[in-house]
């Protein structure tokens, strides 16, 4: 994310569901709001497809962020249309749902987001109930759930601190890795243009399509379980594809590691798995 300018990591624009513009009206606030569920940039933009919704942002789990619809128009969130037209909405993934959870990738960068906009807009210190609220100040719901109860006091801070120039809300720094957890990492082979990616993806995505591609796949998975990017799962994880699920690992350790050296999120290249082989 580009936090001066406000390029999102990921823009993905709704062609439904917002209005262009915002009739005259300027905006003097943010709208904080949680998926109830932990969603992608892509699966929040297919809900709001079929569903009379939307936010200008998604924060995933990640902490990846994706723009959705434009900062000038305005997006139906609020459930009140003058804080519709006067508002920034910020959806955030939940990482757990009995409780409400957000991640921390997620709070930091919403919170980062939160000051960014905070600073582009004029509106000020970030301050709960002035210039940030949650949806329930506008809407019936418990929407945002736990950023508006336990997590609040984190979001704000991490929010003011960033706004401020601080260092006190400082992206969390990479997990330490406990003794034992080294991981035979593959040596870099690939073609030139070519990467580890999803299984899915273009013929230059190595992500287990071909049984040959597996080890090296499941290698980088190791190495992401066993320094906390993959969240707590079992060594059986490690399959040797590459699905969302790796991509969203390898997203979180790209943040972690490296938030200013790549723009292919979610992708492991021959410098991503040299900061890998480096922290082993």
Known sequence: MDWTNLNADVTKLMNVHFTPGREGRTIDKIVIHHNGGNLSIDQIWNVWQDREASAHYQVESS??????????????????????????????????TDP??????????????????CRAYNLGRPEWMHNVFPHSHFSATSCPASLAENQRADYMSRAQAYYDGTSVAA????????????????????PIGHYYGLVTGPNDSHGGFYESER???????????????????????????????????????????RPNSTDRWGEVWADDLATMAANN
Request: net charge negative; glycine share 8%.
């Open 171 to 190: 992206a969390p720094a990479a997990p330490s890795a406990p003794a034992g957890i080294h991981v035979d990492l593959p040596s870099w082979t690939l």
């Open 215 to 257: 080890p090296a796949v499941r290698a980088i998975q190791l190495w992401l379980i066993r320094h906390g990017y993959a969240g707590a799962v079992p060594d059986s994880w490690a399959d040797g594809i590459y699905e969302q699920p790796t991509a969203d690992a390898v997203t979180a350790f790209q943040h972690a590691e």
């Open 63 to 96: 902490g990846r962020i994706g723009q959705l619809v434009n900062d000038w128009d305005t997006a139906w969130h609020a459930g009140d249309w003058d804080a519709n037209l006067t508002s920034i909405g910020i959806e955030h993934a939940d990482d757990s």
């Open 100 to 117: 409400w959870h957000v991640s921390d990738a997620a709070i930091d960068s919403g919170a980062h987001l939160v000051a960014a906009l």
